[in-house]
């Protein structure tokens, strides 16, 4: 069993920074292609960023953060960590971390592609 947990959102100004950790534990806790997504009251669960999982480093991001966010993982391999910058009013929502499936890799983007999931951490940025 996968255990994720969330933590650093928080209510902060237009373009002020954030970094989100989630903690990963298990089974081969760091090996996992980890993923954020969140979700803005009344939207869809969105992809934020993604990271391959072993040994690689692949990332993705979605076009709305490119530049602007940045996942990363340290030498343990967890946490994973989501750091924010320049944030918006329109980055408000609740941030979840997600890991694919054990041997799966590769980086996704898809919310169908990920197996574990955290409850989330609210990130709010004030205008």
């Known amino acids: 069993q996968v255990r994720l947990v969330e933590s650093g959102g928080g209510l902060v100004q237009t373009g002020d920074s954030l970094r989100l950790s989630c903690a990963v534990s298990?089974?081969?806790?760091?090996?996992?292609?980890m993923g954020w997504f969140r979700q803005a009251p009344g939207k869809e669960r969105e992809f934020v960023a993604a990271?391959?999982?072993?040994?690689?480093?692949?990332?993705y991001y979605a076009d709305s953060v490119k530049g602007r966010f940045v996942i990363s993982r340290d030498a343990a391999r967890t946490p994973v960590y989501l750091q924010m910058t320049s944030l918006k009013p329109e980055d408000t929502a609740r941030y979840y971390c997600?890991?694919?499936?054990?041997?799966?890799?590769?980086?996704?983007?898809?919310?169908?592609?990920?197996?574990?999931w955290g409850q989330g951490t609210q990130v709010t940025v004030a205008s």
């Open positions: 997600a890991a694919r499936p054990f041997r799966a890799l590769t980086a996704g983007t898809l919310l169908r592609e990920y197996e574990y």
């Open positions: 990271i391959s999982g072993g040994a690689g480093s692949s990332v």
């Open positions: 298990g089974r081969a806790a760091g090996t996992y292609a």
